[in-house]
């Protein structure tokens, strides 16, 4: 991929992300029955997470799990973290305090990559985009600095063949700018097939995504002010961690206070996107007024003209008229 750095292969094929010391922590967001459970399945390699397709969301809480991919003597260690959807509809404000807060204890050191799971099988919709948005409002526009845009259910759009027709016939203009965006860093995934090639390919495209997420980064994570409050609060109880609950509340806390801010936020900005919908309606509406006004105008001018044309016919039929039976008398005389 184009600005990614060459990516290492143990024999057999199975490909480990540069560097070759260290972890590495992903994060798979997206909202309910988009298959992030699933994803993080394939790229373990194993039922680590519970997954199935459900209109429910069968993960209720975050969950982590971690492998370790080899190369020779070196190692490299994937944290997979599986979130809830933190932004859906169902949620509440509490639910998605206390996760966004279990989720960033998790990550405590950073996130190297954030996996934006979406299904490619479903129309991309406000709700997606809305998840988007939230994601942004509450960590930052960076974030998608370290996002990996996540596409699944390959096998129902035909593979990246099927994807790339479908997504260039009906492609909505959010998406077709988060994949500009994101143009290194899209990843289709197929999590149901049992082709261990296809399987694999995915994985080394993930880590061709991944190299790249952390080149343009400096290998370095995802970290703001929220992430250092949270390692400092994590230094404070370690000595103490039987009382491990006040250390989660008082990061709850810390996400409530933001999560209560990036509500403000979007309420701000959906009360100005209807008050710029309305004055656009009203514009609207004085221009279809205007237009109304015009055409009764036109439609007057028009029926005028119309009785105006029948008495200048109407006349001059009389005056033909008249013209023949003065020249009939005239014959007659």
């Not at 990246?160 to 077709?176: C, N, R, V, W, Y």
């Not at 439609?299 to 003209?305: G, I, L, M, P, S």
């Amino acid at each position: 991929m184009g600005g990614g750095r060459r990516r290492r292969r143990r024999p057999g094929g199975v490909a480990t992300p540069c560097p070759s010391h260290g972890d590495i922590t992903l994060a798979l967001v997206g909202k309910i029955g988009s298959g992030k459970s699933a994803t993080a399945n394939s790229i373990l390699g194993d039922e680590a997470f519970a997954s199935k397709l459900s209109y429910r969301g069968v993960t209720k809480t975050c969950q982590n799990r971690s492998k370790s991919f080899h190369e020779g003597c070196a190692s490299r260690t994937l944290n997979v973290i599986d979130t809830p959807g933190f932004f859906d509809m169902e949620s509440t404000t509490e639910d998605v305090q206390k996760e966004i807060a279990k989720c960033m204890d998790m990550a405590k050191d950073g996130i190297h990559a954030v996996l934006l799971v979406f299904s490619a099988a479903s129309r991309f919709s406000c709700e997606d985009a809305n998840t988007i948005e939230s994601i942004k409002l509450f960590f930052g526009d960076k974030i998608l600095d370290h996002a990996i845009l996540v596409l699944t259910h390959g096998d129902e759009v035909g593979g990246m063949i099927g994807l790339k027709e479908m997504l260039s016939d009906s492609a909505t203009p959010f998406l077709q700018d988060m994949l500009r965006r994101f143009e290194n860093r899209v990843v289709l995934f197929d999590n149901k097939t049992s082709d261990s090639e296809l399987r694999q390919s995915q994985i080394n495209s993930l880590f061709d995504a991944l190299d790249f997420v952390l080149s343009i980064n400096d290998e370095r994570p995802f970290s703001n002010e929220m992430f250092l409050n949270i390692q400092e609060a994590h230094q404070m109880f370690k000595p103490q961690r039987e009382i491990y609950d006040e250390y989660l509340m008082h990061i709850t806390k810390m996400v409530e206070e933001k999560l209560n801010c990036t509500i403000e936020r979007l309420e701000k900005q959906l009360q100005e996107e209807q008050k710029a919908r309305q004055y656009a309606v009203n514009i609207m509406a004085d221009q279809i007024r205007s237009l109304q006004v015009n055409l009764e105008k036109a439609e007057n001018d028009r029926k005028v003209a119309e009785e105006r044309l029948k008495k200048v016919e109407y006349d001059s039929t009389v005056a033909r008229e008249n013209e023949k039976l003065k020249n009939e008398r005239c014959i007659i005389l």
